[in-house]
């Protein structure tokens, strides 16, 4: 019998992991929630289905096996989510907010992880924060950010690098080979799910 397998995506911001997450998914691979304390404004209303905003008194009510913050917001993957992807599903996917989370995780499911950084560059990084609408500060925010908890440099402690600076294909398509989960598709449905 084949071993159950997580995929646990990580990155710097405008990275691509929600994106890439939201993909699979709609290909039908199973997402393990990321709990936070974070709210999403309708700026970012498209990671809703992505992170389970809770109250932080519900948030120290779970019991986390990955619980950590990331600016100034609790993140966490639950313990019975995790048992219960293992009971239906032979492959499932995650976002990991930083290495540490990474370290936590592998405690439990180690031989069983796969970590995939999703590695752009500081144009790019740039580009896609201003189309999504961040003003000047908010973009000098995350940039120093990233500088001071080395984001960037994240890609040494996983299995896999996936440059994502080009198409949403492209990416897809690596991280798909990397999944086991190659299936050609005709062009016009694929361009369907990449949107």
């Known amino acids: 019998m084949a071993q159950n397998k997580v995929f646990a995506f990580l990155g710097p911001h405008c990275s691509g992991k929600s994106t890439m997450v939201s993909q699979l998914m ?4 199973h997402y393990v929630p990321t709990i936070t304390t974070k709210y999403f404004d ?5 990671k809703r289905r992505l992170f389970r905003t809770v109250k932080p008194d519900e948030y120290s009510a779970e019991k ?16 019975a989510d995790i048992l219960q992807s293992y009971q239906q599903h032979k492959i499932s996917m995650m976002i990991m907010m930083d290495t540490a989370g990474i370290k936590q995780l592998s405690k ?13 560059n ?19 925010y995350y940039v120093e950010y990233a500088d001071s908890n080395k984001e960037f440099e994240h ?7 996936v440059k994502n600076t080009a198409s949403a294909r492209v990416a897809l398509e690596q ?11 005709p062009q016009a449905d694929f361009d369907k799910l990449v949107k």
């Open 155 to 161: 890609w040494k402690d996983v299995d896999f690098v």
């Open 26 to 29: 709609s290909m039908g691979v």
């Open 122 to 140: 500081d144009e790019v990084f740039v580009e896609r924060m201003l189309r999504g609408g961040c003003s000047n500060d908010e973009i000098k």
């Open 64 to 79: 986390f096996i990955v619980n950590n913050s990331y600016q100034g917001n609790s993140y966490g993957i639950r313990k």
């Open 108 to 120: 439990f499911i180690n031989q069983d992880l796969v970590t995939i950084f999703l590695m752009i």
């Open 42 to 46: 309708d700026r970012y209303a498209y």
């Open 175 to 185: 991280i798909l080979a990397i999944m086991g989960l190659v299936t050609l598709v």
